[in-house]
């Protein structure tokens, strides 16, 4: 696979990957790996959260505040 950057991009990738000892290439597949990564548990963390939400273990909005103001009153 190849990527073409923007000069100004390209500037940037190779000042941060300078900054992390490592070679632009290399800097630029850490960083996809490490997005990827994230994205996959990004979604993992939301289909838990639309789960919960469908068996119904949610708190109401007026529930929260109620432990917030109760939490600050003590």
């Known amino acids: ?14 000042r941060a ?4 000892n490592s070679e632009a290439a290399e800097y630029v597949q850490q960083l ?7 994205d996959q548990w990004f979604r993992r963390q939301v ?3 639309l789960d919960q939400l469908d068996r119904g273990e ?3 909005h007026e529930e929260v505040w109620a ?4 939490m600050f009153r003590a």
């Open 1 to 14: 696979m190849e990527l073409r950057f923007t000069p100004e991009m390209q500037a940037k990738v190779e």
């Open 17 to 20: 990957a300078a900054e992390n």
């Open 32 to 38: 996809v790996e490490h997005y990827l990564d994230h």
């Open 47 to 49: 289909q838990r959260g």
């Open 58 to 60: 949610y708190v109401e």
């Open 67 to 70: 432990r917030i103001e109760k």
